[in-house]
């Protein structure tokens, strides 16, 4: 059985008169990747700060492995390790330099340093670089040196800020499978806006938007939350597009080739059998009938759409 290593409880933050946050729960743990999904201003910023410790909530508590984070923030702050979207690194020192001293900074006992900086750099990749300075790193393997840094007290929650951002596709395959391996024997939050990126390395999602949980269960659940709206249908002998934006529920229809056809409904999935007795009666002649699966984007705005305003949350 797994352990809880993150629990938030009624999570709310109030800036002046506005509720950037509210009744936020939700739990992580150990050994699972969570993706945090949000737009510009939706209280992800927010609820991210709250859980490394930058910000005290107006309401609600997090804990951290069972330490509550606002009552005992010394003691909670060491089981967590934390990249922001721009990682504070010191261009001018060593790969070495500086995992020594964010050791120092993270209260790695003195006996404990240099096998706890080998250790993290063995597992970012990042060994062969101990004595270069990282300016002259590449900017992959700077996204390295900022992941060992977090994890180099062995925390039980490491939280990842955007940490693909601005890298080239190979860059960000390489850090895809680091997170996965950090994994292993840590909880994860994975932060971003980019719904591919988390579809990749995430196995859970919370989605806020409007300062409200909108979303809250599996990658595979979020894949599958909203129905498919779409058919891709091949016939022999299609009929004109008017044909099909004349039936029930059709919103949209075009040929994608002289014989395939996308259907765009709203309603239900009954729209098939509709298809498939039209077909029949005037000669169609259907071949192939298939739900195009709603893509991640599609789903994340619909999901948006329906979180709360912010004016309907502030007191």
Request: glycine residues 6%.
């Amino acid at each position: 059985m797994k352990n809880t290593i993150v629990k938030v409880e009624g999570l709310s933050h109030q800036y002046s008169k506005d509720w950037a946050i509210q009744d936020i729960n939700f739990e992580i743990k150990e050994n699972r990747i969570l993706g945090l999904l949000g737009s510009n201003g939706a209280g992800k910023s927010t609820t991210m700060n709250i859980l490394c410790g930058v910000l005290n909530q107006t309401k609600g508590n997090i804990y951290i492995d069972g330490i509550n984070l606002k009552e005992n923030p010394v003691e909670a702050k060491k089981l967590i390790g934390f990249l922001p979207q721009t990682p504070p690194l010191h261009l001018d020192l060593t790969v070495d330099e500086y995992l020594i001293h964010c050791a120092q900074l993270r209260l790695v006992k003195k006996e404990d340093l240099r096998n706890a900086v080998e250790k993290a750099k063995e597992k970012c990749g990042i060994s062969h670089f101990s004595h270069r300075l990282i300016k002259n790193l590449s900017g992959g393997y700077r996204q390295r040196v900022g992941i060992a840094q977090a994890i180099i007290h062995e925390p039980k929650l490491v939280v990842l800020d955007e940490p693909t951002n601005g890298l080239d596709p190979n860059q960000i395959l390489e850090v895809r499978n680091l997170i996965k391996k950090i994994a292993k024997d840590k909880a994860v939050i994975f932060s971003s806006h980019i719904l591919s990126e988390v579809q990749a390395t995430c196995e859970d999602i919370r989605m806020i938007e409007n300062g409200h949980m909108v979303f809250a269960d599996t990658l595979d659940a979020f894949n599958n939350y909203i129905q498919a709206n779409t058919l891709i249908v091949s016939l022999e002998n299609a009929p004109a597009i008017e044909t099909f934006k004349e039936i029930h529920n059709v919103t949209a229809a075009e040929f994608l080739t002289p014989k395939k056809v996308k259907i765009t409904f709203d309603g239900g999935q009954e729209i098939a059998e509709t298809i498939v007795s039209l077909s029949v009666q005037n000669g169609w002649k259907l071949r192939e009938i298939q739900f195009e699966k709603t893509s991640l984007d599609e789903i994340f705005a619909q999901l948006s759409k329906k979180a709360p305003s912010k004016n309907a949350a502030a007191l």
